[in-house]
């Protein structure tokens, strides 16, 4: 069991089956009483679709429900949560499955035979005098991934954005059910490249649990150190990002050779700045000799040192402030209505984090405090990263000098255990990263569900672009940073 | 006020530009593998079986780095220890052919410089990235190229944003479905003459994507790459010797 990471194990036959409309009634009266809908995902049983929610309880307790739904569907739940808009395209697009009076049940990602249909996405029409539109993709202009943007305008003002994604879509979810699962890693550290090391703690923490591999305190540290690592790196990335958006290259410059800093460090524990190879199921790929250490050690005060007096240039100047504040607002009561998860939620009020509340493994060690900012704007999202950023350091400060060695082999792995579900939450830099294992009868894998934060954190984007003007649109979407490949898988 | 605390950012930066490309060693990265020509256990066949990516192939061992997502599960599968990583980075190639490692083989072939392509492009190089099924490992790694650790402007070789203005297309990621139009009108839209580099295991042979659902790499049947740069991802050293010794540049 990986005590730092949120799992949950149920045995499948232990997981109350509803019938539809029940399903459905028990959704909404969980969610009425506190429950925080972590996933709802899907999968064809001949003519049926098996549906599974899981919901995280005010208690911290993960609970699943399922449901069997027949050949005419099931009345869809977005218009009273409007969160599960993603979630209920996602599964109509995987299953084929009716979801009856679904207000916006366009394509997600374009699995499958839909691929095909791509270029005919049917897009938001807005008419009118003086009403004009912007099509930006899915190349972009700089070096990084596809994706679609159309922006319907009124003059200057962006009225709505809509987003088309599906150009990354490769397929991992089918092709982890192909291939050996406890090989999965590599395969797992590029479902985000970015992310590697939460998918791939997520992806670990749920084989361990499910063949009951018990961790090291050590092993969970090194874990959290390598989690914690990526977090710094990509924070200091997006605040690179977010200066070069703004014209403030200094900021851009100095953010940037301090991420060097960062992803340099993790390259001397496990030989990739990516974090490649640093957890693998039974424990980590990672090793921190002595003169190893001393760099580590270098690197992070490095860090601590310099960081503060970027930010205080960055974050002090006024022109910063008067380019983010009040701009891509997302209010607080648009972030819970959408479901938001991870930095954005947090910039909104939301106070979600996986890290919280944690009575035991790596973050009981020394509590990484929860970041939270009402504002919604850039500038909260911005601030978030910086105060993260912070904690982040001073905690990993902490860690490695708790445990100043690490090389541990493996953990053997048993065989799969037959009809089990395994839940594992892992905070990444973006948010929730959440992956399900479900075993069948012979204890191979029925279903493997991977979800990456960005998944629910784009339309956030969408919305929080309405009444502002396009050239705002580059340093929105940095702030929200949003993935494209771990959305299209 | 303000233009001090700019001041205590630039004292606190120092130099941080790597003076010398070509001979910087990354510590401990995960680099270019070597293969002992001891032999290996009889009816062995561990590093075949535990590869991800189909990269080795046995009796001699042979190592394709346009497969190799340099994971290191050959080296644990090994009982000989006849497989190691080195920490160098300059694993470029112009021939597809030469990604493969054999026995005893400590360093690549010499990248074959085009003295066509070095006289056009050897003082200014504009290049124009696409991903297409990237996980946005390698673009961060091809963004670091630009930065103030690598520099690559130093050497005129420059990111731009549009493929009119560019000299090569670099791509990366193992080519979606989804990407197939966008990709080839960006190719279509370059002016020539014109090349094209692949960057990592994905858009050099598929790498772990190879035979998934949502992949058609049918515009590289098309389009041959004159570059290619292993890595998963790449690094920018990487990169960046691939193109100096492609160009010629000293």
Redesign the interface.
């Given at each position: 069991m990986s005590a730092s990471a949120l799992i949950s194990t149920v045995d499948v036959a232990s997981v109350s089956l509803l019938e539809p409309p029940e399903w459905r009634a028990d959704t909404l009266r969980r969610h009425a009483e506190g429950s925080r809908i972590l996933t709802l995902f899907g999968r064809r049983l001949s003519d049926r679709v098996l549906v599974t929610t899981a919901f995280r309880k005010p208690t911290g307790a993960i609970e699943l429900t399922r449901a069997l739904i027949g050949p005419d569907g099931f009345r869809a739940l977005t218009p009273e949560l409007p969160e599960l808009h993603c979630f209920e395209r996602e599964l109509h697009e995987q299953t084929g499955v009716r979801v009856e009076g679904h207000p916006w049940l366009k394509p997600l990602r374009?699995?499958?035979q839909a691929?095909a249909a791509?270029?005919a996405y049917p897009f938001y029409a807005l008419t009118g005098k003086e009403v004009h539109e912007v099509q930006v993709g899915?190349?972009h202009?700089?070096?990084?991934?596809?994706g679609a943007f159309r922006f319907m305008c009124h003059g200057e003002q962006v009225q709505h954005l809509e987003i088309q994604l599906?150009?990354?879509?490769?397929?991992?979810e089918?092709?982890l059910l192909e291939?050996a699962p406890l090989?999965l890693?590599?395969?797992v550290e590029?479902?985000?490249?970015?992310t590697?090391v939460a998918h791939a703690w997520a992806y670990c923490a749920a084989i361990e649990a499910l063949t009951g591999c018990a961790l090291e305190m050590e092993t969970e540290v090194a874990r959290a150190v390598a989690l914690e690592l990526e977090r710094v790196a990509m924070h200091l990335?997006g605040l690179s990002g977010i200066a070069a958006d703004i014209g403030f290259l200094?900021g851009a410059?100095?953010y940037?050779?301090l991420r060097?800093s960062a992803i340099?460090t993790t390259?001397?524990?496990c030989?990739?700045?990516?974090g490649?190879?640093a957890l693998r199921p039974g424990g980590i790929?990672m090793k921190l000799p002595p003169e190893?250490l001393d760099e580590v050690e270098q690197a992070l005060q490095l860090l601590r040192?310099?960081v503060p007096?970027?930010n205080?240039?960055f974050l002090?100047?006024?022109t910063v402030r008067q380019r983010l504040r009040g701009i891509g607002v997302l209010s607080p009561a648009s972030a819970r209505a959408l479901g938001v998860v991870g930095v954005v939620a947090r910039a909104s009020g939301l106070a979600i984090d996986a890290r919280a509340q944690m009575t035991e493994g790596a973050y009981a060690l020394a509590p990484i405090e929860l970041q939270r900012f009402e504002e919604g704007d850039c500038w909260a999202r911005m601030r978030v990263r910086v105060a993260e950023l912070d904690a982040s350091l001073g905690w990993l400060e902490q860690a490695v000098r708790a445990f100043p060695s690490w090389q541990r082999p493996l953990e053997p792995i048993g065989a799969l255990p037959s009809r089990q579900i395994a839940l594992a939450v892992v905070e990444g830099w973006r948010g929730e990263v959440v992956h399900c294992l479900e075993t069948d009868d012979a204890g191979r894998l029925a279903h493997y569900k991977v979800q990456d934060p960005s998944l629910r954190n784009w339309m956030g984007l969408a919305i929080a672009m309405r009444q502002n003007e396009i050239s705002d649109f580059p340093v929105c979407n940095k702030s929200f940073d949003s993935?494209?490949?771990g959305h299209d898988l | 006020m303000s233009a001090l605390k700019s001041l205590r950012v630039l004292l606190s930066q120092g130099k941080q530009y790597i003076p010398d490309l070509t001979t910087a060693v990354p510590k401990g990265f995960r680099g270019l593998p070597v293969i002992d020509s001891e032999p290996c256990e009889p009816g062995c066949s561990g590093c075949v079986d535990a590869c991800p990516t189909a990269a080795i192939t046995s009796a001699p061992v042979r190592l394709d780095l346009g497969r190799c997502v340099f994971c290191s599960a050959c080296v644990e599968a090994c009982p000989r220890g006849k497989i190691r990583f080195t920490s160098e980075p300059k694993m470029g190639a112009t021939l597809r052919s030469d990604l493969v490692i054999g026995e005893g083989q400590e360093q690549m072939m010499q990248l074959r410089a085009s003295a066509g392509f070095a006289k056009l492009f050897g003082r200014s190089l504009k290049l124009r990235q696409v991903s297409a099924g990237g996980c946005n490992a390698c673009e961060l790694e091809l963004a670091a190229i630009a930065n103030v650790n690598f520099d690559a402007q130093r050497f005129g070789i420059e990111w731009v944003a549009s493929p009119r203005h560019a000299d090569a297309l670099v791509l990366t990621g193992p080519l979606t479905r989804t990407m197939k139009d966008a990709v080839t009108m960006a190719w279509e839209a370059m002016p020539e003459p014109r090349f094209l580099v692949a960057v990592g295991a994905c858009a050099i042979s598929g790498g772990l994507y190879e035979h998934a659902a949502g992949v058609d790499r049918a515009f590289l049947s098309s389009v041959g790459p004159a570059l290619f740069v292993p890595g998963c991802p790449a690094h920018p050293l990487t990169m960046i010797n691939a193109i100096l010794g492609f160009l010629g540049i000293r």
């Open positions: 374009y699995e499958g691929q791509m270029n899915p190349i202009a700089g070096v990084i991934e596809p599906g150009y990354q879509h490769r397929g991992v089918r092709m291939r090989r890693a590599p395969l590029t479902v985000a490249g970015d590697s990335a200094q410059t100095s940037g050779r060097t340099n390259l001397r524990l030989g990739s700045r990516f490649r190879g790929g190893v040192r310099d007096i970027v205080e240039c002090g100047a006024e993935s494209y490949c | -």
